[in-house]
């Protein structure tokens, strides 16, 4: 902020160089006016920042929002263990028709519990999906190894019951069948949890329970941006400033709180700066 007033430096008669007339007084005169139109203005400036309330509370909406379209993430991600019982179920069938094909059908109703349980975890862990994301990841690989495991012993078992009749292989199928149903359903409760995995799923980069906890975050640290403004800026009160030419002196009233004036004696500039309460 440019100076305002630069000083006189009266003195005594005799000396005549700095005469008490018209031109000397409407020299202060006019940078009284100009100081008290900057402390207007200061104080309108802090009038206007009691906006930020406003949005402060506009921002906690939105976290609050974030926070809603987690849950329901992770409601999707429920009904995805609600369909891998039902492969379960499907698996648990085929076992009852060959005893050949049920290991393979059990492995295949392994890896949907294991994605059920993976698809659990992010729904409980929602307030944290960084970590979320993580687990589920490791989740991803693991079902993978086990999916490529349960793949391989499907094949044994199919080879093993090559010589069966004609019950045994329809088992088979439905137990391939099954197996694919299930990873299909791992593949969605991934989707709903860290945003890939479906491309079938319509903008699952941006709905899903990570991306939704990173937005809640984003929220958070904008609130508490706007509520260190507010808090610093309420507590400021601008003094008064009077200034007497009899004897040159600028006096400031007592009632100020959070702002500081500093006075340069080398450059005879006065400044002043905010004090965070």
Do not use: H
Request: charged share 20%.
């Amino acid at each position: 902020m440019d100076k305002l007033y630069t000083r006189i430096i009266w003195k005594n008669e005799p000396s005549t160089d700095t005469p008490l007339n018209e031109n000397n007084l409407n020299r202060m005169d006019a940078a009284l006016d100009a100081i008290d139109d900057r402390v207007i203005a200061q104080n309108t400036q802090i009038v206007n920042l009691e906006g930020y309330e406003t949005r402060v509370a506009n921002l906690e909406a939105q976290a609050a929002q974030s926070a809603t379209n987690a849950a329901n993430s992770a409601t999707a991600a429920a009904s995805s263990e609600t369909n891998a019982a039902s492969s379960e179920s499907a698996a648990a069938t085929s076992a009852r028709n060959a005893a050949n094909s049920a290991s393979a059908a059990a492995t295949s109703e392994s890896n949907a519990a294991d994605s059920a349980q993976y698809a659990e975890q992010m729904k409980v862990r929602a307030v944290d999906a960084e970590e979320a994301a993580e687990r589920s990841a490791d989740a991803a690989s693991q079902s993978a190894i086990t999916a490529a495991i349960s793949e391989s012993n499907s094949e044994t078992y199919s080879l093993m019951s090559a010589s069966s009749a004609d019950d045994s292989a329809a088992s088979a199928t439905a137990s391939e069948n099954s197996k694919v149903q299930s990873n299909n359903f791992y593949l969605q409760s991934r989707s709903w949890a860290v945003g890939v995995g479906w491309p079938e799923r319509v903008d699952q980069a941006t709905d899903n329970s990570k991306y939704y906890s990173r937005q809640a975050k984003q929220y958070n640290d904008n609130c508490k941006t706007y509520y260190e403004l507010v808090r610093t800026y309420s507590n400021i009160i601008v003094p008064d400033l009077l200034f007497d030419p009899a004897t040159g002196t600028l006096y400031m009233s007592e009632d100020a709180q959070n702002i500081e004036f500093l006075y340069d004696d080398t450059t005879g500039k006065l400044y002043y700066k905010f004090i965070s309460g």
